[in-house]
């Protein structure tokens, strides 16, 4: 039987298979350890490689990760090592397809591992390669040799692989994949606009030809990437340790209270399925004076509403909602236009956030606020009954700022 037999056991290839890099894992019964060939499926000879027992052929997809593939196989290897058989594994990272740790095969050489890693990627830099590679007596010494190999001539086929070896591809030098950032509301040419290194924000919208006379600039909205996923894993782990807490709060009481039970339930509801935006706060000047401008990074996002005179009151009151600004109301004025709080708020640490995002306080001494149009009224939950939840503070901004902002878009 025959690799290419096996092939056709298996009903022929699936569409997407990479015909360059297979791998054919071999048992050797006399020295107990496993081997391993690499296999060129567009070869001939390859495909007549004869089988024998317990053999296995890895068949990888050209658009697919390997990693999952091989675990189970490197944990094998890594198990097998010992004094007298070693570690056949080597790793390759930097601007490869897929970097990762692969089983080091028979006559493996650098370009058999950059073809197992899916190839070289659009950036990767085609002058030199760096190699780490691990020497050791077997007795009292070991250390890595850090070598650079020029890419000249035939190098990465002629370069003979070793037991943990670690390749490096580098990148061109100011590689930058396309960037974009998007801007929405009231332009006059609004878009996604790719951006250049070191683009501010006051640079872009000079380029998009400024606002309408509608704008609004005071509510605008900037949101940028990595801060959403940072506020979504704070969502994630105030909702994980509310959960927690229920079933403490069983095991500990056997059932709690009817009050804690309504906390339990409505910070659980505001917490399911909400998405965080990302929100940071700019000034009016961040986005049409260039000095001192705000840097952009891939995915930011600004809004710049039509200006309206409306307040939204959130959190825990019994209707949400947004209400018509009337200069000269006050804070309970809005709240119980929102039907007044409801039985979990914490009412004496409702906060205001300005239609920029600015949060302010409106409780102490020395606060001085008046309500403006785009404001937002937040009434928070009362946390007591769950003091272990010392995120909600956090959490509730977070989703406060995702409320008025996702209801913002809506209206676009």
């Known amino acids: 039987m025959t690799v290419n037999d096996l092939i056709k056991a298996s009903y022929d290839f699936k569409e997407f298979t990479d015909f360059n890099y297979a791998l054919l894992k071999r048992q050797n019964f006399i020295e107990n350890k496993i081997e391993f060939e690499v296999v060129n499926l567009k070869e001939q000879s390859d495909l007549t490689i004869l089988l024998t027992p317990k053999d296995k052929l890895y068949v990888f997809s050209l658009n697919e990760p390997r990693a999952a593939l091989l675990a189970d196989l490197i944990e094998e290897i890594k198990t097998q090592t010992s004094k007298t058989v070693s570690q056949d594994l080597v790793s390759v990272q930097g601007q490869v397809r897929f970097h990762s740790t692969y089983p080091l095969s028979k006559y493996m050489t650098a370009a058999d591992l950059v073809s197992a890693a899916g190839g070289y990627t659009e950036s990767s830099y085609l002058i030199d390669f760096n190699v780490a590679r691990f020497n050791t007596n077997g007795i009292d010494t070991s250390e890595f040799d850090l070598q650079t190999i020029p890419l000249k001539g035939d190098a990465l086929e002629s370069f003979a692989l070793q037991a943990k070896d670690s390749l490096f591809i580098k990148g061109i030098p100011d590689w930058v994949e396309a960037e974009t950032v998007e801007l929405m509301g009231e332009f006059k040419f609004l878009s996604k606009y790719t951006i250049r290194k070191g683009e501010t924000l006051a640079e872009l919208v000079q380029r998009a030809g400024g606002f309408t006379e509608y704008a609004e600039l005071n509510a605008s909205v900037f949101t940028r990437e990595y801060l959403r996923e940072k506020e979504q894993k704070i969502l994630e782990e105030a909702q994980q340790k509310l959960k927690q807490q229920m079933v403490m709060s069983r095991y500990n009481a056997g059932e709690y ?3 804690s039970a309504d906390s339990f339930e409505q910070l659980l509801n505001s917490l399911e399925g909400a998405q965080a935006v990302g929100r940071m706060v700019v000034t009016t000047e961040q986005i049409t004076v260039k000095e001192g401008s705000l840097e952009l990074r891939d995915g930011d996002q600004l809004i710049v509403p039509r200006k309206s005179f409306e307040v939204s009151v959130l959190g825990q009151v019994y209707q949400p909602t947004t209400l018509p600004w009337i200069k000269g109301d006050g ?33 102490g001494w020395f606060t001085s606020f008046e309500i403006q149009p785009g404001d937002s009224i937040m009434v928070p939950a009362d946390v007591s ?15 406060a700022q995702s409320a008025t902002t996702l209801a913002l878009i809506a209206t676009l």
């Open 331 to 363: 804070i309970d004025d809005y709240i119980d236009g929102a039907g007044g709080i409801n039985q979990i708020a914490e009412d004496d640490d409702t906060y205001l956030i300005k239609a920029n995002g600015r949060v302010v306080a409106i409780s």
């Open 385 to 399: 009954p769950i003091p272990t939840l010392t995120l909600w503070q956090a959490v509730t901004t977070i989703l």
């Open 257 to 259: 209270s009817t009050g």
